[in-house]
């Protein structure tokens, strides 16, 4: 297809751990582009292309070893959720002498699979994650288009908002009905709409089970599980708070996005670009946005919020080869150094602290702290 926007960073980051490793999986939330982007590795119709969506081939994997154990080259497994019981299987076809077969895996929900998938493989899998259109994907002149619609590939360059909209619309009901109830949840369709709508509210904030549990009349650990299934599928976010040694009280709970900003519109009703720069929860989604963006381009080894009862909070704390970076998100035209910042500093001893904004300049606050518009922001990190 002429009309595919090609996405040379992740091809690179793939080629890369084919290269590195016998056994590769991409995982990501339901139409963010796997299969897209693996088909440029395997031809679909190829007897090296296995989806596990096609019935016939999920019967055929009943008996797994017969079906892989002659294939050369490299294999594609796609939707390798439907059948996570190959994996010992593949284990045993990887340690093989020479290596005759290498495997690419496709995957659309975490759990069963990385749990089973990187017990059995310890050692020999290489695990990539993909999320929808980055910045560095659609280019920087995109980026309130990016915003507004989101990163899913369909609701980013659909002919218009409307069918943007209404993608995204389409998206969520599958996610509800068939995504949620194939984890295994047992919740109503009504509750599990209306929990999706509690969680937009909680976007940006930090994670009490109380008040949605109440919304939906179940009990805390239940909503906790609730959450924890939306996370598995990709499509919460759970930012876990630093603790830093100090006498100060800080805050123990998650802080909650949604990770994809689009998704996040379309439940808050947001029907424009411009009725999402009036809404109230505007800051909330900007801060969402940017924290996605700098964690899928810094691909940090670790990433946590910080929060102290007193006051004093940093957005994201990115830990990277041993330097620790502190971000805090803005939205206005220039923002400047605040009391809280310069705790952040020396609390967390950072090596630097970058308040991201959506300007065009760069320019310093403060010793190690600079203002970085989001656009320049990686080749800072
Ligand atoms: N790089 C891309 N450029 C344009 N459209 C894309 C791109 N990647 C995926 N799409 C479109 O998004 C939709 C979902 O892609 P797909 O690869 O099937 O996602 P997944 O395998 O993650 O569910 C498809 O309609 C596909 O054509
Ligand atoms: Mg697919």
Redesign the pocket.
Known sequence: ?S?????PALMAELQAALARSPAVALL??????????ARRFVQPGSTHYLDLEDPVVLAQMSAPMNLLSPLRGLVLI?EVQRAPEIFPVLRVLLDREATPARFLL?G?ASPQLLRQGSESLAGRLAIIE?GGFTLQ?TGAQALSRLWWRGG???AF?AASDDASRRWRRDFVRLVIERDMPALGLGISLPAMQRFWAVMAHFHGQIWSAAEPARALGVNESTVRRYLDHLTQLYMVRQLQPWHANLAKRQVKAPKIYFRDSGLLHEALGIASEDALRLHGRVGASWEGFVIEQLLALAAPDQAYFWATHAGAELDLLLLKDGRRIGIEVKRSDAPTLTPSMRVAMQDLQLDALYVVYPGLRRYPLAPGIEAVPLTAALPAL
């Open positions: 297809m009309d595919l926007l090609s996405r990501g939330p339901r139409q963010v582009g796997k299969t897209t982007l796609d496709l659309s993909l994907d899913f590939p369909r360059l």
